[in-house]
Structures are given as C-alpha cells and as structure tokens.
C-alpha cells in the first residue's frame, strides 16, 4: 500500500519568517521548519523540536507515523 501525504505547508509572515506547517504543526522533513528573519532555522517534526543532530537522526529513522499516530502503540496503552 503506497500513501501518498500531503507536503507540508509553507507560509510566510509580514516579518519574513518562514514557517513550514502540516497537520496545524511545524514539521519539515527537507529542512527547518521555522526560519526567523535573522537567518536562525528550527528544525521540528510533527511539532517537536529538534536539534540539527536530533533532527538528522530522527529523519534517518522515520518510518512514517509519529509514535502517538501509530495504532499498535495507542492500542497497547488502552488495552488492560
């Protein structure tokens, strides 16, 4: 089964910054996510923020769903 996802949105403020949004959160697999018209980049996935290091080894690892979006994780938590 081949999903296909929406890209994430870029939008950019009357200050210049730069925002990249899915799902109502900052998230950008290709780049930081946020860019502050002093040049300074934050990289988030699915809403969390991460170092350019933690960024790089979360996106070397991705394998989809964030682990709050996946239902065997949400399923053992309700079960018992």
Avoid: C
């Avoid at 990249?20 to 502050?36: F, M, S, T």
Wanted: without cysteine; glycine residues 10%; proline residues 6%.
């Amino acid at each position: 089964m081949n999903t296909k996802y929406q890209p994430s949105k870029k939008l950019t403020k009357a200050d210049g910054t730069i925002a990249y949004v899915w799902e109502g959160k900052l998230h950008n697999w290709e780049g930081p996510a946020l860019i502050n018209p002093d040049g300074k980049k934050e990289y988030h996935i699915h809403g969390i923020k991460y170092t350019l290091d933690g960024w790089k080894e979360a996106r070397r690892n991705r394998e989809g769903l964030p682990w709050f979006k996946n239902p065997a994780i949400t399923n053992s938590r309700n079960a018992g």
